[in-house]
Structures are given as C-alpha cells and as structure tokens.
C-alpha cells in the first residue's frame, strides 16, 4: 500500500541510506526527499535508487536550481521537492519527466505553481497556515490539485489537516534526524503509519 507521505531525511549520510531507506519502507512509506543541504546528498539518492528505486519514490528536497534538478536526475532521483515557487525548476523537472512539488503559501503562487505544471503542491510552511489556512486556500484550487502539508503537520494533527483537505504529508524530524538509529526510526516510521490509516480511515 502506498501512502501519501514523503520521508524528508535531512542531514542523512551516504553510509546510512540504504538501512535508513529500507527501515522507512519497511514500515509502509515509500516517498523519500534527501534535502540538498545533507551531507552528500547525490550520493545517497543514488544509493537509495540503486537498491530501492522499483519499490519506491526517490528524489531531493530543497532544490532551488535548474542545475540541481539537472544534478538530481543525473543521480537517478524523480522527485523534486523545493521550499518556493520557482517556475523554471518546475519546468525543467516536468521536462526530464520527474514529479514536481514546490512550496506554496498563497494563492497566487499556488496558481503559478499549477500553471507551470507542478505535480502537486507543497503547502510550507504548513505550521504558519495551518489546517484553517488550507482550509480556506483549498476551495479555490482546482479539485484534481494535490496538497501536501509540509512542516507542522504529522501524528497528532493528521485528522486536522486530512479534513482541511489536505492529500498528503512531508514528514521531517518526527521521522528522522541525524544520530538516531534505524531502531528508532523504525518505531517512529510505524507510528506515523498508523496514525495515517487511522486519520485516513
């Protein structure tokens, strides 16, 4: 069962990606975004493509250039997910065929977004507009929009933001953080999943 859920591992090392990656699929998440401002980060997207790119999503977070979208799918990535609106990164991703999900906060750059092809949208930060935010953005985007909520929303408030019309979720530092072991993220990954399903009904 996919979910709609993007792991962010934020400072993940290259030695680490493979039992990180298999621990977080393990658990039934299968969207993973290493940010660009980790520790080598093409490395470990390519390490993690290599082992699990058929069973899984792979790409980068923070990608603010053309040139690391560029770098990205060098490196076998298909997900690029950005903190801004950036019409250019959208298009060069759209053109090398992989997903696009920059960050938005209002309506204007939600539209732009949208008009230069984005997959789907990442509301960020989701902790400042909140469920009542997107609840009100939510009617006047287009109903086949995605919308994931990133920064803000993870266990406890799923229920909140899944009624408030949210599609999905970027999960950081409540899944992973640098220095914690595979045991430990695997007890967080569970417990994300199942407060998901639970929320999701």
Avoid: C
């Avoid at 660009?36 to 069973?55: E, K, M, Y």
């Avoid at 732009?112 to 609840?135: C, H, I, R, S």
């Amino acid at each position: 069962m996919s979910r709609p859920i993007i792991a962010i591992l934020r400072g993940l090392k290259p030695q680490e990606a493979k039992a990180v990656g298999r621990t977080i699929i393990d658990a039934g998440i299968d969207r993973i975004e290493v940010p660009l401002n980790s520790p080598d980060p093409l490395d470990s997207i390519g390490t993690l493509v290599d082992a699990f790119g058929n069973q899984a999503l792979i790409g980068a977070g923070t990608v603010l250039t053309v040139d690391q979208v560029d770098a990205v799918s060098a490196a076998g990535g298909k997900l690029i997910v950005s903190p801004n609106y950036d019409a250019e990164v959208i298009k060069r991703s759209v053109a090398l065929g992989l997903q696009s999900w920059p960050g938005v906060y209002t309506p204007t750059e939600a539209f732009a977004a949208l008009k230069a092809g984005a997959t789907g949208l990442k509301l960020f930060p989701g902790v400042m507009a909140g469920p009542a935010g997107l609840a009100a953005l939510r009617p006047v985007l287009p109903t086949s929009s995605l919308v994931f909520a990133v920064g803000g929303a993870g266990p406890d408030n799923f229920a909140q933001w899944i009624k408030a019309g949210a599609d999905g979720f970027g999960i950081g530092s409540a899944l992973y953080k640098p220095g914690i072991d595979v045991a430990e993220i695997a007890e967080r990954a569970r417990h994300i999943v199942t407060a998901f399903d639970e929320a999701a009904g």
